[in-house]
């Protein structure tokens, strides 16, 4: 068997919906377990105080990585036929702005809205109510934003692609990065932990 | 070794595996697959030896009628011949260029070449490359044209053979061919293609158009 189990049709579009249900429920219960359910410790990151929202998701990235890395060398997995979403660059960098700006002053982002809301808190319920009131206006404005929203198209881009270097070798770099980033937020949290004492005394 | 490793915390094992797992991957090569493909040489013998990779004209005729989209078909002819005549539906796409189509593997994909060399050849190809919805048309644009543009009937005709020819006449009609009624064999009436511009069902998408692609992402 080799994956994507999709492309190569070993089910149909209705078990799809079934399987990413359960992807869904699965993010959901990690992102719980690691507390994203709660505004404060997501906002904790933006004060540099709790820096766990970086960890988790650069952990997420890497252990992806080296999965559907090693599992397409292996030949278990045909790497090109996962879908890779097309880089719009302008359109991308003016919606980080605005998921940025949502996520300090809400206390969530749209998946943590979720996780927080099916544990019953209520500030991440008004979230996700939040959410649908922001696609329901995408969706009306459509026509006025369909400039920006199709604006600088750049494909289906991959940073060996980009770069011009070695799958391998970006691999590797990313690991370094994400090794260098965790080393560098708990020193960071240490840092900061330390000059609460040194108010609070 | 084994001690240091044991006296490392979780999360240090952790970043350890990670760092090992990265530096191998810049000696262990591109996961990409190249051009170099497997195949399962057993599996393809008896799909052969079934004639499950055969698909018949009449099957596709009626399929195109019936305004079904749930496949696509490839011409592997040059473009030249293409442009002067192709089943409705069907796409152009050279055999040098089937890799880097835009076929999906699950996909069904329906080739034909002139008589059914050159399909047979491409067949192999996808299969090889992992299309597992691949078929020939048997008999090629040949059997397409003898079967369904301009069928005839022998002049012996049973019962049976009769009531098939009523019924592809009519599929003959839609695809603007011509039907030899009561021609003998030998009576080699001079055959005109039929335009280019037949109807074709609104279902099916124009030939050459670009599949709509299907928005997959988060």
């Known amino acids: ?47 540099f105080k709790d820096l766990t ?52 002053v809400g206390g969530y982002c749209p998946g943590t809205a979720c996780v927080g809301a099916a544990t019953g808190r209520i500030d991440a319920l008004v979230l996700f109510v939040g959410i649908f009131a922001g696609v329901f206006g995408f969706n009306e404005f459509y026509p006025l934003l369909k400039g920006l929203y199709l604006a600088t198209p750049m494909g289906q881009l991959t940073l060996p692609q980009v770069t011009g270097l070695p799958y391998g070798f970006i691999v590797f770099a990313v690991v370094l990065m994400a090794l260098g980033g965790f080393w560098g937020a708990e020193w960071v949290e240490k840092k900061m932990a330390a000059r609460k004492v040194e108010a609070s005394s | 070794m084994t001690d240091m490793i044991r006296s490392l915390t979780l999360n240090a094992r952790l970043a350890l595996t990670a760092f090992v797992l990265g530096f191998v991957a810049l000696f262990a090569g591109n996961p990409y697959k190249g051009a170099a493909a497997t195949l399962n040489t057993k599996e393809l013998a008896i799909t052969m030896a079934t004639n499950a990779d055969q698909i018949s004209v009449t099957t596709v005729a009626d399929w195109i009628i019936q305004g079904r989209s749930d496949f696509r078909v490839v ?33 069904k994909i329906i080739l034909y070449s002139e008589s059914g060399a050159r399909d047979a050849q491409a067949w192999m190809l996808l299969r090889a490359k992992g299309y597992r919805g691949a078929y020939v048309l048997h008999g090629g644009l040949e059997a397409w044209k003898d079967s369904i543009l301009f069928p005839r009937v022998p002049a012996n005709a049973t019962p049976a053979q009769l009531v098939d020819f009523a019924r592809i006449k009519d599929v003959s009609k839609y695809f603007g061919g011509s039907p030899q009624a009561g021609a003998g064999d030998s009576t080699t009436t001079a055959v005109v293609m039929p335009k280019l511009a037949m109807p074709t069902p609104s279902a099916t998408p124009a030939a050459g158009a670009p599949k709509k692609k299907k928005k997959e992402g988060c």
């Open chain 1, 53 to 104: 929202v970086f960890k988790v998701m650069f952990t997420a990235i890497v252990t992806a990585m080296l999965g559907v890395y090693y599992l397409s060398v292996f030949g278990v997995m045909d790497l090109g036929l996962v879908y890779l979403t097309p880089t719009f660059l302008l359109p991308e960098i003016i919606g980080g702005f605005i998921l940025g700006i949502g996520f300090v």
């Open chain 1, 1 to 47: 068997m080799t994956a994507p189990f999709f492309k190569y049709g070993f089910f149909g579009e209705d078990i799809s919906l079934v399987v990413a249900f359960a992807i869904g429920i699965g993010f959901g219960f990690f992102l719980e377990r690691a507390g994203f359910n709660s505004a404060k410790k997501l906002a904790a990151q933006f004060y």
């Open chain 2, 75 to 107: 011409d592997l002819r040059p473009a030249a011949a293409f442009a002067e005549y192709h089943i409705p539906p069907a796409e152009n796409i050279p055999v040098t260029e089937l890799g880097g189509s835009n076929l999906g593997r699950n996909e």
